[in-house]
């Protein structure tokens, strides 16, 4: 019930009043053009829930530049019309149709809980606490029926985090309109992998399908 929510903790009070002295401020003008002429980003951005990635801070943009959508694992589901609640098919379909971007990222990252809980789901280690995960992690079986099985666990999962990149790559494609758009030359599709610790950044090389520094 709305009666049992809190107010806003101090510490988010704080952090607010100085971003708004003190960034929104010496930015206030370009704020205002974002409140009277609505966004108009050139990108979209499916990256991870994860709270130590932050596209906006990777490359350094601005508000309104990006379109950000995040979820569990930066995952793409195939396309459906069921009556199942697509959210992240609807903020596609949305960033496609009315913002019409160009450019469609799929970020993900190392150290994903969210790909080591897909690893754990599909290698029988199913976690029953996790009502709404595991079904969203069911995404990830094509991918996880790439890696090798034979190597060490934890390069198990490394591999998992690239291929799941690929595998939500494919999701994309099978978007009619997206599949149109690209043959158009009018969306152009990423895949990036991002590790926290070093800031290094891998793009995903569509000639060899594999993971490259840039």
Not at 116 to 139: C, Q, V
Not at 196 to 205: A, R, V
């Amino acid at each position: 019930m709305i009666k049992e929510c809190a107010p806003l903790p101090e510490f988010l009070v704080n952090l607010y009043d100085k971003w708004k002295s003190s960034s929104y401020l010496k930015n206030e003008d370009h704020y205002k053009k974002l409140a009277s002429f609505g966004q108009n980003p050139s990108s979209m951005i499916i990256s991870c829930c994860d709270s130590r990635v932050n596209a906006t801070s990777i490359f350094r943009v601005d508000a309104g530049e990006f379109f950000i959508h995040r979820n569990i694992a930066n995952l793409v589901p195939p396309y459906s019309t069921d009556d199942e609640n697509h959210v992240t098919s609807a903020a596609i379909e949305y960033a496609i149709k009315e913002l019409k971007i160009q450019h469609l990222i799929i970020l993900g990252h190392k150290d994903c809980g969210g790909i080591k809980s897909g690893y754990n789901l599909h290698s029988g280690n199913l976690n029953p606490d996790y009502e709404f995960i595991n079904k969203w992690l069911k995404i990830l079986l094509p991918a996880y029926k790439n890696i090798e099985k034979d190597i060490a666990e934890k390069k198990q999962i490394e591999q998992l985090e690239e291929e799941s990149i690929k595998i939500s790559i494919n999701n994309l494609f099978s978007f009619p309109y997206i599949k149109k758009a690209v043959e158009n030359k009018n969306l152009s599709i990423h895949g990036l992998i991002y590790d926290i610790g070093s800031g290094g950044l891998k793009f995903l090389n569509p000639h060899t399908e594999k993971f490259e520094n840039f």
